[in-house]
C-alpha cells in the first residue's frame, strides 16, 4: 500500500511569487491535513480537507489556501510569497473518522524563499 | 485553545537503557487523544503511540509505553531496550474529539533524542 505521497520534494522560490504544493493520501482515506514546520514556530496545522470541503482551519494569513479533489488528492497554495514561508510543509492523511484518528505523513516538501 | 509542552529539548540515553520523555498539555476539552510522532532524519513523521483520553489503562506499543496522567495534563513517553534506530525528535500531539472527528494535531516543540553507542 503506497504511502502519503508529497511533490515536489524541493522547491525554491522568490518573494512574491506563487507556489503550489501538492499532495496524495493513501488510497481510501479521505482526510488530508497540511502542516507548516519551522525552527522558530514548529508545527502549526494550517488547514484539513474532508471529501472535498475544508473542515478545520489554522491561524495563517489568506494567502494559503488549499483544496481537495475527487480523488482525494490535496494541493495547497501560497500566493505572494515571503521570506517566513521558507518551511517545511508535511501533508496527513487519515480516515477521517472518529473511529480511526491515526494520521500519516508524507516526508514532506521543503520550500525556500529567496 | 490547546497547548502542549515539552520542557526537554534535548536528551540522550545509552544503547539498551530506558529514557523517558516529558509532555504536559493544556486543554478545557474533556475528549481528546494523545499522539507521541517519531521524526528522524529522513523528516517523515511516524506514529509511535496513541492513547485515548477517556481510557485510564495507558498504551504501550513493544517497546514504547506511555504514562498517562489525566488530572495531571501529563503524558509521557517511555522507552526501553533503546536502539539507534530510536534517535529521532519525538513530538508530543493533542487531538480533540468534539462534534465529530478532525485531523488537526498540536504539538509540542519537540525533544532531541540521541542514543549513543
Known amino acids: 500500500k503506497a504511502g502519503v505521497t508529497q511533490t515536489p520534494r524541493y522547491l525554491i522560490k522568490t518573494r512574491g511569487q506563487q507556489v503550489t504544493l501538492s499532495c496524495s493520501p493513501i488510497s481510501g482515506h479521505r482526510s488530508v491535513s497540511w502542516y507548516q514546520q519551522t525552527p522558530g514556530q514548529g508545527l502549526q496545522f494550517l488547514f484539513e480537507y474532508f471529501s472535498e470541503t475544508q473542515r478545520n482551519k489554522g491561524n495563517f494569513p489568506g494567502r494559503f489556501s488549499g483544496r481537495q479533489f475527487s480523488n482525494s488528492r490535496s494541493e495547497m497554495n501560497v500566493s505572494t510569497l515571503e521570506l517566513g514561508d521558507s518551511a517545511l510543509y508535511l501533508c496527513?492523511?487519515?480516515?477521517?473518522?472518529?473511529?480511526?484518528?491515526?494520521?500519516?505523513f508524507g516526508q514532506g516538501t521543503r520550500l525556500t524563499v529567496v | 485553545a490547546q497547548t502542549v509542552t515539552q520542557s526537554q529539548p534535548e536528551m540522550s540515553v545509552q544503547e539498551a537503557e530506558t529514557v523517558t520523555l516529558s509532555c504536559t498539555y493544556d486543554t478545557s476539552e474533556s475528549n481528546y487523544y494523545l499522539f507521541w510522532y517519531k521524526q528522524p532524519p529522513s523528516r517523515q513523521m511516524i506514529l509511535v503511540i496513541r492513547?485515548?483520553?477517556?481510557?485510564?489503562q495507558n498504551a504501550t506499543e513493544n517497546r514504547f509505553s506511555v504514562n498517562f496522567q489525566k488530572a495531571a495534563k501529563s503524558f509521557s513517553l517511555k522507552i526501553s531496550d533503546s536502539q539507534l534506530g530510536d534517535t529521532a525528535m519525538y513530538f508530543c500531539a493533542f487531538m480533540k474529539q468534539s462534534r465529530g472527528p478532525s485531523n488537526n494535531l498540536f504539538f509540542g516543540t519537540g525533544t532531541r533524542l540521541t542514543v549513543i553507542p
Open positions: 492513547q485515548e483520553a477517556y481510557k485510564q
Open positions: 496527513a492523511s487519515s480516515l477521517g473518522t472518529a473511529e480511526n484518528t491515526e494520521a500519516f
